[in-house]
């Protein structure tokens, strides 16, 4: 008798927390980027703000930098514990089709990620505020409720992104070691050398949502697609590895 696909759901959700390091990433997600925002605002907020050259709305989003390692550490982290004492042949016993399994195990991740992501992206943004003073913006402020809603939404996707790779890669070490020094290291590199060519790169071009006017030849969502584009190639990899290797 197969299982129906509303108790494959609840069957990764259960796995997801569950898995202690699984669920601690997730949770990481909101509490580092909470933890840097407060962190900065009442630090040197008010002085980053007082440059004539300041972003009002980037800067306030300036810790999803940090939440976005959380979010691939926790995509990363729930398809790579498949492939730790031989759990995947048990999750394919349980749930034959694979495409069925993959689909319920990646809409869970998703789903999770952008909930959290949104209300991490919401809340970091509106307490950050409360130590802004003269500097504070509301939500009213051009740009500000898209860039809260967008970096949910990036937050998401990069979670996806890694979760494909996990996929393919079988290990979230490896996952890891590929897009954390990516993100803060080559990426930065990369745009100093190739300059536009930068924009097209995941995270590059899905933290245009949360610039109030970005610059370059994409927008704030065309550049949000960009990074869902990457997250679903990869979705696609991990989705063939799943299908054709073995267990």
Do not use: C
Not at 70 to 88: C, K, M, P, R
């Amino acid at each position: 008798m197969t299982m129906s696909t509303t108790a494959v759901l609840r069957s990764e959700w259960i796995k997801i927390r569950s898995v202690r390091s699984v669920a601690g990433s997730l949770m990481a997600v909101f509490l580092a980027t909470l933890a840097v925002t407060v962190l900065t605002s009442a630090t040197v907020g008010q002085a980053e703000a007082d440059n004539k050259d300041a972003e009002l709305v980037f800067a306030a989003f300036y810790a999803l930098n940090f939440g976005q390692i959380a979010a691939i550490s926790f995509g990363a982290t729930a398809l790579s514990s498949e492939y730790l004492n031989g759990a995947l042949r048990i999750s394919l016993s349980a749930v034959p089709r694979r495409g069925r399994f993959y689909l319920a195990k990646m809409s869970v991740v998703g789903g999770l990620a952008l909930v959290v992501g949104l209300v991490t992206s919401f809340t970091s943004f509106l307490v950050g505020q409360l130590f802004m003073g003269e500097y504070a913006i509301g939500l009213g402020e051009p740009g500000a409720l898209r860039a809260a809603f967008g970096g949910g939404i990036y937050l998401a996707l990069m979670a996806l992104f890694a979760a494909g790779l996990a996929a393919l890669l079988r290990s979230a070490v490896a996952v890891l070691s590929l897009l954390i020094p990516f993100i803060l290291i080559v990426s930065f590199v990369v745009g100093d050398i190739a300059g536009g060519v930068a924009q097209y790169l995941p995270d590059r071009a899905g933290q245009l949502v949360l610039h109030q006017s970005p610059e370059g030849s994409l927008g704030p969502w065309t550049g949000l697609a960009v990074t869902a584009v990457w997250a679903g190639v990869a979705l696609l990899a991990g989705w063939w590895a799943v299908r054709k290797r073995d267990a």
